[in-house]
C-alpha cells in the first residue's frame, strides 16, 4: 500500500491486470484473490534474472525458504516459469534456505527441463541452537536438510562447490568460502553441528556459507548474502578484493550474529 520506489509494481495491480482473478457475478467487477498472494515465512528464497545484450534470459534460484509450502505459493502466486529455473543456489546448509528445495524440484518436469542444485559439499548431519549466555544447552535442532541422494532422487542434478564459480552462461557469480577478516564479525552465537562422533560441537562459523553477486551494467555488484553467518562486511571485502568493482546494492536477510 505505500508508494514504491521507480521500477516496482504493487502486487495487487499485477493481480488484478495479468492473473485472471475472479469475477463477482453482481457486480462484474474482479475480486480479490488471496489465496494468489504471496507469502513471507522465516528465511530466504530469490529469483534472479540475469541476461546479456540480446541474449536469453538465465533464471536462477538463489534458496528456497524454510518449509514445503511457502515457496510453491509464491512461485504460483508469481507465476513464475519453473521449468526455466535451470539452477538453484543453496546459500548455505540450514533449513529456513533449504527447506523448500524438494518440493520445488518436485514441480518441475526434470527430465524435460534439467535442473543444477548448486551446494556446498560439507552438509552436516543436522545443526541445532544452543542459545547464550552459556551456549552450552541445545534448545532445539533444525529439520535435516536434504541428502545428496534426496536432491538426486527429486530430479536435481547435484554439483558441490567449496569455491567461488561461475553459473548462468557466466551471468552470476557464486562465492566460495568466505574468509573472516574482522574481528567483530564472529559468526552465530549458540550455533551447533551434530558430528560423526555423536557429540554436538560448538560451530559459530557456518563455512558453507556462500553469497552471490552480479555485475550490473552501469551500476556495479549486486550482492546477495543469505543469513550472513559470515559477517557481511567480510562478505562485501571478499566481494571487493575479487572483483575491484563498486558495490551498487547489498541484500541481506538479517546478519547472522
Ligand atoms: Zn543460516
Ligand atoms: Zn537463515
Not at 17 to 22: D, E, L, T
Not at 222 to 242: M, Q, Y
Amino acid at each position: 500500500m505505500t508508494t514504491l520506489p521507480p521500477g516496482f509494481t504493487h502486487e495487487l495491480r499485477t493481480h488484478l491486470r495479468s492473473h485472471n482473478p475472479p469475477v463477482d457475478e453482481t457486480t462484474g467487477v474482479p475480486i480479490l484473490d488471496f489465496n494468489k498472494f504471496c507469502c513471507g515465512a522465516h528465511g530466504f528464497a530469490a529469483l534472479i534474472e540475469t541476461q546479456v545484450d540480446g541474449d536469453a534470459p538465465q533464471v536462477t534460484l538463489f534458496d528456497t525458504g524454510p518449509d514445503v509450502t511457502s515457496l510453491v505459493r509464491n512461485i504460483d502466486s508469481m507465476h513464475v516459469p519453473v521449468e526455466k529455473i535451470e539452477r538453484v543456489i543453496i546459500s548455505h546448509w540450514h533449513s529456513d534456505h533449504t527447506g523448500g528445495l524438494l518440493s520445488f524440484l518436485d514441480l518441475r518436469d526434470s527430465e524435460a527441463h534439467a535442473c543444477v542444485v548448486d551446494v556446498h559439499p560439507s552438509r552436516p548431519l543436522l545443526r541445532g541452537i544452543a542459545p547464550g549466555p552459556q551456549f552450552n544447552k541445545i534448545i532445539c535442532a533444525l529439520p535435516r536438510d536434504p541428502s545428496f541422494d534426496d536432491i538426486v532422487e527429486h530430479g536435481g542434478i547435484l554439483e558441490q562447490h567449496a569455491t567461488g564459480h561461475t553459473v548462468a552462461d557466466d551471468t552470476v557469480w557464486v562465492s566460495g568460502e568466505v574468509p573472516r577478516v574482522t574481528e567483530f564479525e564472529t559468526g552465530i552465537l549458540g550455533g551447533m553441528r551434530w558430528t560423526e562422533d555423536g557429540t554436538w560441537k560448538l560451530e559459530p562459523h557456518i563455512m558453507d556459507e556462500r553469497y552471490a553477486v552480479i555485475d550490473v551494467a552501469g551500476k556495479g555488484l549486486v550482492i546477495l548474502s543469505a543469513c550472513s553467518h559470515s559477517g557481511i562486511v567480510n562478505v562485501v571485502k571478499d566481494a571487493v578484493a575479487t572483483f575491484q568493482r563498486p558495490i551498487y546494492m547489498v541484500r541481506i536477510v538479517f546478519p547472522g550474529r
